[in-house]
């Protein structure tokens, strides 16, 4: 009831957008399903924010809508904050679906890990005290671990709604300049099992190098939300512990190793590691750090089967989430 009450309230009071009002400003993305602007309004009423991201998306516009119309109501801290989609015929391209969110700020995931300073450049957005420790794998790995648990966070909303977002990948994290946190974007691909939307695959909407291996989704009559590909949201994990991932050459590479491997981390292991560069090495030693734990959580996260893959709200309990506190620990003594 609360639903519908809720409804027809914001069916009068929410602001709606038309396409007159919209000064385009720069573009920010280019894909094949749409491009992507920052924009202003010409009218600025003071119930609307000044700066915004507009995405001018093809026919699969009208899914990605639903999504982000579902995301507002269910859990609208997981994802960028959705203002209002509609269906824009003028264009000479035929019908476009316009999609507006609030300007979250400047850099992805992905733009922040171009720097030679990460994960440090995140530190001082997402931590709110400086830390006192000497730059090292320990402080690292607080980064990195709120960084992580950010992301879970957002993920387990998602996925407690029911949507699968299938596109995780750093270039789909925005940094919210107002939350200071991180915050899921581009719902394009997203399924949604309650409903059953776009759980049919659209494999040519899935990222190569991200996509998790299965191809099918569970479908509506799957009682609870899945664990959906969880594995690649690791990423940061991955990365802090081999840079050499970061590049997209050698993470198509790893995405091969892993797939001759049976997509079984641990033997993926036991084949690089004996001619192991110092890099990799290092990686594992970090991985290994605290009796393994970091190591345990990626070998739970990075599994082909996704009922065998934890789930993020698992993850959130796994106790490498817990170094925090061991961190805190070792710091008073
Ligand atoms: P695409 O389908 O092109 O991948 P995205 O939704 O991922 O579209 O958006 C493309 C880019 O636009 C993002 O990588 C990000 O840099 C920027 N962007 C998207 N939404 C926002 C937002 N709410 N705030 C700030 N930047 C955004
Ligand atoms: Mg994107």
Redesign the pocket.
């Known amino acids: 009831f609360d639903m519908f009450v809720l409804a027809f309230i914001e069916r009068f009071f929410r602001p709606i957008y038309k396409k007159d009002d919209i000064v385009l400003g720069k573009k ?4 094949s ?2 491009s ?1 602007y920052r924009v202003s309004l010409a009218r600025k009423p003071s119930s609307k924010p000044a700066d915004l ?1 507009l ?1 001018k998306a093809t026919e699969y516009g009208a899914v990605e809508i639903w999504m982000n119309e579902r995301v507002r109501r269910a859990c609208a801290n997981s994802c ?1 904050d959705f203002l209002y989609g509609f269906r824009e015929t003028s264009s000479k391209k035929g019908a476009e679906y316009w999609l507006l ?5 400047e850099a ?1 995931l992905a733009d922040l890990m171009q720097s030679r300073d990460f994960p440090y450049n995140v530190e001082s957005l997402i931590l709110r005290e400086v830390q006192d420790l000497p730059k090292g794998l320990d402080r690292e790995n607080r980064i990195i671990l709120t960084i992580m648990r950010q992301l879970l966070f957002a993920l387990d909303g998602l996925h407690s709604t029911g949507i699968v977002h299938r596109d995780i990948k750093p ?2 994290i ?1 940094f919210s300049e107002g939350s200071r946190a991180f915050k899921i ?2 719902l ?1 691909a997203a399924a949604d099992l309650r409903v059953g939307i776009n759980y049919i695959p659209k494999e040519f909407l899935l990222d190569p190098r991200y996509a998790a291996p299965e191809q099918y989704i569970m479908s509506t009559q799957t009682p609870s939300a899945p664990s959906a590909p969880v594995a690649t949201a690791l990423s940061p994990v991955l990365w802090q512990a081999f840079p050499g991932l970061r590049s997209d050459n050698s993470l198509i590479q790893f995405n091969r190793q892993l797939k001759r491997c049976d997509y079984d981390l641990v033997s993926w292991r036991q084949s690089v590691e004996p001619r192991a560069g110092p890099e990799l090495r290092k990686g594992f030693e970090l991985l290994d750090l605290d009796g393994g734990i970091g190591w345990e959580l990626l070998t739970s996260m990075v599994r082909f089967k996704a009922r065998q893959r934890i789930s993020a709200k698992t993850a959130l309990a796994h106790p490498y989430f817990d170094r925090e506190g061991l961190l805190a620990l070792s710091f008073i003594q």
């Open positions: 920010l993305g280019e894909g399903f749409g992507v991201v995405k960028a969110w609030r300007f979250e700020g992805t270039q789909n925005i974007i581009d394009g």
